[in-house]
């Protein structure tokens, strides 16, 4: 694992999930953490933990779909602790799930304002400063369902599918300038999302059982890798941990 001693962390969705395992693992490598959530109780709680161990940490809810507010975040990220060096996309919403010919539109345009927008404001939102520095690093939290259709799942393939794109626009126009941005995709993880996906019993990923899932550590330790210059060749890519050959570059098997 590399070393975040120093460094600034910015985490979306981090109140619990994969978000919140990401904090956790950061936490370890020494970083200093910014979480943000909608969920004001679940992130203050993820934030109190991790203060009482002595880490640095600052939570803000933050509704991801409004740019004002990340841009908030990474203006106070750099009052408290002089940078931002990391960037992890993470907050998604799996809602709505059914057919396109009776979904409510207002329903999936606020999906893809979360699982869309609010990935393109929180580039946007740090780049200036990464740019300043030369440095950075940008994870956008992607998925298979941003290559394959899923019944049910319009919203969230098609604002996946958008947000490869975005990464490698972003790592097109920002190479050369120390930036690294890529995306994950982590496989099925044993998160509440799941839970959601399989009571709706609606296409074969709500067929699958809760343990056949991966825990959040999973995802959660590739983040920290995917920060290291280990990773420095994949930048621009979507790194997937159904990739034998990725999983033992980070040593999860």
């Not at 990401?22 to 993820?46: I, P, Q, Y």
């Not at 779909?65 to 203006?75: A, W």
């Not at 490869?164 to 044993?190: D, K, Q, W, Y």
Request: hydrophobic fraction near 45%.
């Amino acid at each position: 694992m590399g070393s975040l001693t120093g460094k600034t962390v910015i985490i979306t969705g981090a109140s619990r999930g994969i978000g919140a395992a990401a904090a956790d693992a950061m936490a370890e490598a020494g970083a200093n953490l910014m979480l943000l959530a909608r969920s004001a109780d679940a992130l203050t709680a993820v934030g109190n933990r991790l203060s009482n161990r002595g880490v640095p940490v600052r939570t803000m809810t933050c509704d991801i779909s409004s740019y004002g507010q990340l841009e908030t975040v990474v203006k106070r990220a750099v009052a408290d602790f002089g940078s931002v060096d990391v960037m992890v996309n993470n907050a998604a919403t799996i809602d709505p799930i059914g057919p396109i010919a009776t979904s409510d539109p207002a329903e999936w345009a606020r999906a893809a304002d979360v699982n869309f927008r609010g990935m393109y404001n929180g580039i946007r939102a740090v780049l200036p400063v990464m740019r300043k520095q030369n440095s950075g690093v940008i994870i956008n939290m992607s998925s298979g369902a941003a290559h394959s259709p899923l019944e049910g799942w319009s919203a969230y393939c098609s604002a996946k599918a958008g947000a490869f794109m975005l990464t490698r626009c972003t790592h097109l126009e920002n190479r050369g300038r120390g930036i690294r941005a890529m995306s994950l995709s982590p496989g099925t993880v044993a998160t509440d999302m799941q839970r959601r996906i399989r009571a709706s019993g609606i296409n074969p990923v709500s067929q699958m059982a809760f343990s056949d899932h991966a825990p959040v550590e999973v995802p959660a330790r590739a983040l920290v890798w995917l920060t290291s210059p280990d990773a420095s060749d994949l930048a621009g890519e979507e790194v997937s941990l159904r990739d034998p050959e990725i999983r033992a570059r980070i040593g999860l098997d």
